[in-house]
């Protein structure tokens, strides 16, 4: 495998970060998951507005530009001989003085790695289960609408998750709302209305979130921004997650409850691929 590391193309085995650099030390840095199909990155200018944000929110200065970062995306797809697959694109702080304090950490790393991922005739319609993590997320938290290094919650959600058998994490804030899952923003169906979280539950500003919702409205759906607790999700008509590297994944159970499948999922699934197939705009897969 080659990756990208701060401007240079390098064998995988080649690529060394610091162990002073500030990602490894603290998590002090940012993320991108960005799904290409057909060697192109899908929803690409939402990843790089985002990043441009959080790099902005946590004072790490990007020393590329999303053009030039663009290009470099593409020519690892090419070095790595892929037409499909999930490029995730880290940035830290870098190295600098023992501390907290940023003073003197003006060189971030920037790293780029292409991993295999399906086509758009092989994505899979998936179904998930939840389980209900015991650790919380902060209401009203400004960073969590970015996706930083810091994931701890997360992992520790997924495993004690997967250690109750179920395949996801759901996670509420600490007032007892429905934030996310460990991976992916979460909706909710009825009445012809698509709930998911309020930005202010502490979840982050998906992607994927922000184009299904656009993609709910262009169908004739009512799109609603809330604060509720998790039985909302299996009195619903039913629920399903979005996560950029998967698309739209149904949700069936919540803790063992079943949750209704909603006959329009499919619909909204075979939406979602044709959007991919024919990007909408300025903000498909052309960029």
């Known amino acids: ?19 002073f650099d500030r990602g490894f030390l603290y998590g002090d840095g940012l993320f991108e998951s960005v799904r290409v199909y057909s060697g192109q990155p899908f929803l690409w200018q939402s990843h790089a507005r985002r990043l441009i944000q959080g790099a902005a929110a946590l004072r790490i200065p990007l020393l590329t530009d999303m053009e030039m970062l663009r290009s470099s995306l593409i020519e690892l797809l090419d070095r790595n001989q892929l037409t499909n697959a999930v490029v995730r694109i880290s940035l830290s702080r870098g190295s600098g003085p023992r501390g907290y304090s940023i003073r003197g950490a003006d060189q971030p790393t920037l790293v780029m790695a292409a991993h295999p991922a399906a086509g758009l005739a092989d994505l899979p319609a998936l179904a998930w289960t939840l389980h209900t993590a015991g650790h919380r997320l902060p209401a009203g938290d400004p960073v969590a609408s970015f996706k930083t290094a810091n994931k701890l919650t997360h992992i520790l959600a997924r495993t004690e998750a997967e250690a109750a058998g179920a395949d996801e994490a759901l996670l509420l804030n600490t007032e007892g709302h429905v934030a996310e899952t460990s991976a992916a923003n979460v909706f909710w169906l009825s009445n012809r209305t698509a709930y998911t979280p309020h930005l202010d539950a502490g979840c982050l500003a998906g992607v994927t979130r922000g184009f299904v919702l656009s993609l709910l409205q262009t169908q004739g759906w009512e799109t609603r921004e809330v604060l509720t607790g998790p039985s909302a999700l299996t009195n619903s008509e039913g629920a399903f997650m979005t996560v950029s590297t998967l698309g739209i994944v149904a949700i069936t159970h919540l803790d063992r409850q079943p949750i209704a499948q ?26």
């Open 1 to 19: 495998m080659i990756v990208y590391l701060n401007g240079r193309f390098v064998p995988a085995e080649q690529a060394t970060v610091s162990v």
């Open 262 to 287: 909603h006959p329009n999922l499919r619909d909204l699934r075979e939406a979602y691929r044709n959007a991919i197939g024919h990007p909408p705009g300025t903000d498909g897969i052309c960029h």
